[in-house]
């Protein structure tokens, strides 16, 4: 009944790196892009948001772990899609509840989060081959790519933009305004990652294709 | 969320398996809707506790309150029979009901339990059961505005306000004196584009309407015309460092100097929609305040 | 109910007979029922049984009023018509507030699909058609069962289930009508749920308590939006494709800077306004 077949976990630095850097969810697989570029107008938006993917992505995959041998392999998916629903939903009670100010501008994406591609992808091709603590490890790694990404993302737009961090002015003026506009988002995001691609030059590795939305072919 | 379907069986399950996929679904959907129904009634009260706090808080600020003084909230609702209208204000103490001309109906006092209900849901339930609105009338809410008393005088009021800014609605405080002239605005929420329309929250933009006499400002323009620098730093100088008592005094007469709105560059949209509805509200609550005054 | 609509920024034009006078007219927003607009005269119009209300205030052809007179039961409801809302909205999530170039919502699939212009217009089409079928449903859902019996919580987990369900029996329905049609879009159906736009039209939807109008509306306009931004992109990106791109720019980067002229030149259509 168990056709899942169990693969010796990477080491845990290994977890981390991958999601920060070689598989870092946005700058390269590209997914779970809308609230990349929607949000990230400041560091604070970004944090927020950075922080509630994380805790989700963490709490799916060791969930998925967990649960891994009582469900019916049919019904996984939706079984998975529940759990992240579950933990989207709660988030987004927490959030409204106890920072009302910053959930305020970020509500709606927080609430999108349940169809973020990385976290299922992570729940399917990670921890439904492995341990709770392998999964969470690989969820803490995933986790965190997204949020450093939201950071760095929201640090050179608010900079570039507002001419501050996290509110507080840096210079009096606005540097470069259009970064913080709709269309300055997307820039960003191209800039960093083909910031991504140069550093993996440098490096003496090729960089990715570039073909992008890896996981939504499957 | 795409692996799902490459893996779909294509061969169709036995009855018995689909019975057992069915209750295994039911079973977590019923399971899912439980978790979740016991963290809504967990947060919901720190939800509305807070949003609470986080109201009176901004009030203070606006009216200068000292922490003794109390922030009263007065809620609006309208009940619509057929083409007939009555009118009703909530005040902490009672319930008022007028009709459409602006004449007395009645007024029931407001039990303990409501009136130390947090939750506004709670209050509007009642409002609606003492309002003798029966299944066919339309009964609604439809605004607020709060009253700072400090030592048992009036020290000002805060009125709630919405208007229809460049993308989804702005909602706004308006803080006046009891002469209706205007102390500051505040923008709770709005949509506006980041970098642009965003800047209404911004001293420089806001800070334009605080002191303005209730007739200079229902007349108040907006212009193109940039801000002038000194003039914005008077108006920037408002808020942190300086007490709107204090700001008043200074610049009183430069007021005049300084008749209209100047508009946010690139936003001037958003900065209309906000003059409109600033102007729209506080002229409706000069007209409300002809009925209900008495029963504050 | 006769009409009423709105002449020019102070009068009204109303079908009925003439009142004695201005003071017996009561003009009021829909939205502030309780304040009086003043009147400033009454004339009669320009054809018989009609009448023209000259108001003291600003009058706006998108606001509601609510018009009667005192002493008689005659009552007028001066709307847009459900017609103007719709295409309003329409044109509105379409193009000045487009899905992906300002709301930045469905990049995932996006960036992905629209590398072909085939593939492109393929799931666009697709979008359209299950993205208005599921925002009609989710509306129905929220508006009598999770709105009135304040199950707002579970709208998340209601939501996606819908569009989950929705787009599995889609593909089961045109599998065992239309084969050719199914390996055609087949593909699509399964990309439509990693589209965050058809979760957060119903969302907004929610959010907004629209009407029914405003419900397709949003989503016909996010869906069509959403078709003519994959369009558009998988145009330029075929042409990108020849062109010589730096090597650290190539694929991903240069897609994205392309997203952002063209979120650029979408600012031009904001302010347009119809009606």
Known sequence: ????????????????????????????????????????????????????VFVVQVLSSVSAALIKNIIIPKIRIPVFTIIIAIWVSIMDMVLAAFFPAVYGEVGLYVKLIVA?????????????????????????????????????????????GNGSILGFQIVDFKPLLLVILP??????????????????????????????CGGCHG | MSTPQTAVDITPPSPREMMRITLGLTIVCLLASAI??????????????????REQKLISQLLDLSPSAEVQEIRRY?????????????????????????????????????????????????????????????????????????????????????????????????????????????????????????????PYF????????FDALLGIEV????????????????????????????????????????????????????????????GNFRKRMDLVEDYL | MAEATVLNDHELLVEGTLPIGPEVIRLVRADDADILIDITGVKSGPEPGSFIVTAAETLSGQDHYLLNIAGSDAAWSIAPS??????????????????????????????????????????????????????????????????PLSLDFLQIIAFIGIVACFVQGADMIVKKLNRVLHQKFGIFLMLITTNCIILAVPLLNATNEAGFTEAFGLSLGSGLGFALALFLMSCARERVDMAPVPRVFQGLPVAFILCGLFAMSFLGFSGLSFF
């Open chain 2, 223 to 282: 212009t193109k015309d940039p801000l002038p620098r000194e003039w914005r730093d008077a108006v920037e100088s408002l808020g942190d460092e300086t007490g709107f008592s204090e700001w008043i005094v200074k610049y009183a007469d430069e007021l005049p100097s300084h008749p209209d709105i100047h508009a946010i560059t690139g936003a001037t949209i958003s900065s209309v929609a906000v003059t409109d509805g600033v102007k729209r509200s506080l």
């Open chain 2, 78 to 202: 309208l009940l619509w029979r057929g083409s007939q209208l009555k009118i009703f204000y909530l005040t902490p103490r009672q319930l008022v009901q007028f009709d459409a001309s602006g004449k007395l109906l009645a007024t029931t006092e407001v039990p303990e339990p409501v009136r130390e209900a947090s939750a506004p849901a709670e209050k509007d339930t009642w409002v609606e059961a003492n309002s003798g609105a029966n299944d066919e009338d339309d009964f609604r809410y439809v605004g607020r505005f709060f009253s700072g008393i400090e030592a048992n005088q009036v020290a000002g009021y805060v009125i709630e306000g919405e208007v229809p800014g460049f993308k989804t609605w702005i909602r706004f405080f308006v803080a006046i004196n009891s002469d209706y002239s205007l102390r500051g605005i505040e923008i709770i929420e709005h949509e506006e584009d980041p970098g642009l329309g965003d800047q209404i929250t911004e």
């Open chain 1, 116 to 160: 973020f591609a990385i976290i299922i992808s992570r729940m399917e091709l990670f921890s439904m081959k492995h341990d709770v603590v392998p999964s969470f490890w690989d969820g803490f790694g995933m986790g965190l790519g997204f949020l450093v990404a939201m950071l760095l993302t929201g640090a050179f737009r608010e900079l570039l």
């Open chain 2, 36 to 53: 979740l129904g016991g963290f809504y009634l967990w947060t919901e009260p720190a939800k509305a506790r807070n949003v609470a706090a």
């Open chain 2, 206 to 213: 806001k800070n334009q309407y605080a002191g303005r006499s």
């Open chain 3, 82 to 147: 459900a017609m103007a809302i719709l295409v309003s909205v329409i044109i509105s999530s379409a193009l000045i507030n487009n899905f992906v170039f300002t709301r930045y919502l469905g990049l995932c699939c996006f960036f992905g699909v629209s590398r072909k212009r085939d593939t492109a217009i393929g799931l666009g089409l697709t979008y359209v058609v299950v993205g208005v079928l599921s925002g009609v449903m989710a509306w129905v859902v929220q508006t009598f069962a999770l709105g």
């Open chain 1, 183 to 212: 269309a300055g988002g997307f820039f960003t995001i191209g800039l960093i990652m083909a910031l991504f691609n140069w550093i993996d030059l440098k490096r003496g590795k090729e960089p990715p294709g570039g073909t992008g």
């Open chain 1, 1 to 52: 009944m168990n056709i899942v077949t169990r693969t010796a976990p990477p080491p845990i630095s290994t977890l981390i790196m991958r999601g920060l850097f070689d598989e870092n969810p946005v700058f390269r697989l590209a997914l779970s892009l809308c609230p990349a570029v929607a949000v990230t107008t400041s560091v604070k938006n970004g944090l927020m948001l950075g922080v509630a």
